[in-house]
């Protein structure tokens, strides 16, 4: 899967439980907390959706903040995390 697939696939389960469809303000660098768009139980229903979708068990010790601040992080994170597994 392509990175813009990942950025999409969490782009849009967020616009859809955390924005209700608005995606007008969400860039992929949009601070997430700071924004108010996420908040920690809104990390572990991201969490819980990425995976489910990407076959993964992410670790608590991955559970910090720079990992899901915004879109492009949890690319990132992501990406290693996949990356890794595959290794």
């Known amino acids: ?17 955390f924005l209700f469809g608005d995606d007008s303000q969400l860039k992929n660098d949009t601070p997430l907390f700071e924004k108010g768009i996420i ?3 809104g990390v572990l229903e991201l969490v819980s959706f990425i995976e489910e979708n990407y076959k993964i068990t ?20 992501l990406q290693n995390k996949l990356n890794n597994k595959n290794s």
């Open 39 to 41: 908040d920690s139980t």
């Open 1 to 17: 899967m392509s990175e813009q697939k990942y950025s999409d696939l969490i782009r849009n389960f967020i616009v859809d439980n």
């Open 58 to 77: 992410i670790l608590d010790d991955e559970l910090v903040q720079d990992n899901f601040s915004s879109i492009s992080s949890i690319e990132k994170f």
